[in-house]
């Protein structure tokens, strides 16, 4: 019999109502790998019983012929995500013990779809990071390490590890600057950061509420086309969240790119960019071109400002976010011996550095002598990078570009993890997107020269996923990308 776990979500959805094999046969697979490679750490915590129980009630369902879009298949959901009833920690130690009385948005679309879930994820800290390295129960493992383990990347490394790993069919993701995108690239998976507005933000723990968008982490190209037309849509519970229709984004899947314009920023490519990235951009362009797409040189010029005013914004709005936090109507306390003391023993116990480097740049440039020096100057900078997107897609239809500046590095890395300046270079291709609030997704191209995976990142228009989604399929039919098993 075929390793269920190696299915895709179409492929498992055909086999479970063709009766190939049922929900719980399915779900079985998944707790046998997810017991297997417990290693990784992809998950922080584990709801194998209630997986059994509503596989069973998805079995009958199934039977009835009255299944939702996701009925019986196994998902992991990254823990920014609220679970009612299950515990969340945003992999924090201040959210210890925190178990939410409510299901966000886009898990509660989720189940009502049928998708059944396995446990919940490890992130970095509040989702802060690009690496997985500042969770609270350490970094989850690259399934594709060789001869010493390597980040999944961040913050949701242990969606990447887990699609990656065979440890659920599909995950949830976050991306506030490329959260989605470079661990799917690092993890050799598909992931795509929808529009900003496109999914509804309610019950996921807030990081940089003008930027956190939620997306899927799966297999391939066709499985983010089915979760994410089950998680987005319009809330009245997220003021921001879009009244867009919701496309059927399988529909885009495979059409004609014959005149499609693909856009190359030539501001992207900075001397000393890796050689092999480099050559396997120019690829990827040349595959689309194959295909009879129109390849046209385009300019951002703002880019070069995205990085610093991304580490301006996010940990501005990430300070105010954070202020919740105070030891007394959440998760961990520290007691003191005045009000004071306990809301700073707390936070000095419950933040991880990142997490407190974030608090404190963002109080300075929020802080009144400072703020028009800095946070007022970031937002006009956004603004200009926006404009920059707008003109663009004048002359282009969607914009190819790398995913990441690197592949997976070691966990513990001297250059990168011992020194946040580096980390922060490493969103080089992803934060302009995120800033001007537009729909990017990050899937696999090919290995390097180590054996580890690469992936390119195809950026829309807003609210235009589907030619993302149509640009996609043609280059992963192209590029054959075969996934670590
Ligand atoms: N690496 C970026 C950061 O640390 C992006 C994180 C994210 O998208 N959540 O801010």
């Not at 063709?18 to 399915?26: D, G, M, S």
């Not at 989850?140 to 390490?145: D, H, L």
Request: aromatic fraction near 8%; include cysteine.
């Amino acid at each position: 019999m075929t390793d269920l776990t190696e299915l895709t979500i179409a492929e498992a959805r055909e086999g479970l109502r063709n009766k190939e094999f049922t929900a719980t046969e399915l779900t079985e697979s998944y707790i046998q790998n997810m017991e297997k490679k417990r290693p990784l750490n992809a998950y922080v915590c584990e709801t194998p019983e209630q997986a059994l129980e509503r596989a069973k009630a998805s079995q009958s369902r199934i039977e009835a012929g009255s299944g939702g879009d996701l009925e019986g298949i196994p998902l992991g959901i990254k823990d920014l995500f609220c679970t009612k009833g299950i515990a969340t920690t945003a992999c924090s130690k201040i959210l210890q013990g925190f178990i939410p009385p409510y299901e966000s948005t886009v898990t509660a679309k989720l189940l009502a779809a049928g998708a059944n879930f396995l446990g919940k994820l490890n992130l970095d800290e509040f989702a802060m990071g690009g690496s997985n390295e500042t969770s609270a129960f350490g970094p989850a493992v690259n399934p594709w390490s060789k001869d010493v383990p390597l980040v999944a990347g961040g913050s949701s490394g242990g969606s990447a590890a887990a699609v990656a790993a065979g440890m659920c069919a599909a995950a949830t993701g976050t991306d506030t600057g490329g959260s989605i995108r470079q661990p799917s690239a690092f993890c050799g998976v598909t992931g795509i950061k929808p529009t900003y507005g496109r999914c509804s933000r309610y019950g996921i723990i807030a990081f940089a509420s003008s930027l956190d968008q939620a997306g899927p982490i799966a297999k391939d190209v066709r499985d983010c086309a089915i979760m994410l037309k089950v998680m987005a849509g319009h809330d009245a519970k997220d003021a921001t969240s879009a009244k867009n229709a919701v496309p059927d984004f399988e529909q885009a899947l495979g059409g004609d790119i014959r005149g499609l314009r693909i856009g190359i920023p030539k501001e992207y490519r900075p001397a000393g960019l890796n050689e092999e990235i480099a050559a396997y951009w120019d690829k990827a362009a040349a595959m689309l071109k194959d295909k009879g797409a129109e390849i046209v040189e385009i300019s951002l010029p703002h880019t070069k400002y995205a990085l610093a005013a991304y580490y301006i914004i996010a940990p501005a709005e990430a300070s105010s976010n954070l202020a919740r936090y105070d030891g007394l109507r959440y998760g961990n306390r520290v007691d003191g011996a005045h009000l004071d003391d306990m809301y700073i023993n707390s936070r000095t116990a419950g933040f991880g550095a990142e997490v407190k480097r974030r608090i404190m740049i963002g109080t300075y440039v929020l802080s009144a002598g400072y703020y028009d020096a800095y946070y007022l100057k970031a937002q006009k900078v956004r603004r200009l990078i926006r404009d920059d997107f707008v003109k663009a897609f004048a002359s282009c239809d969607v914009i190819l570009t790398p995913t990441a500046p690197t592949a997976a590095f070691a966990i513990g890395d001297e250059t990168m993890s011992q020194d946040p300046i580096n980390m922060w270079l490493n969103d080089v291709f992803t934060v302009s997107v995120s800033l001007a609030g537009l729909p990017a997704m990050s899937l696999p191209i090919g290995l390097n020269k180590d054996g580890l995976p690469l992936g390119m990142q195809i950026i829309g228009r807003a609210f235009d996923e589907e030619t993302v989604f149509k640009a996609a399929s043609a280059l992963e039919k192209q590029a054959g990308f075969k996934g670590v098993k």
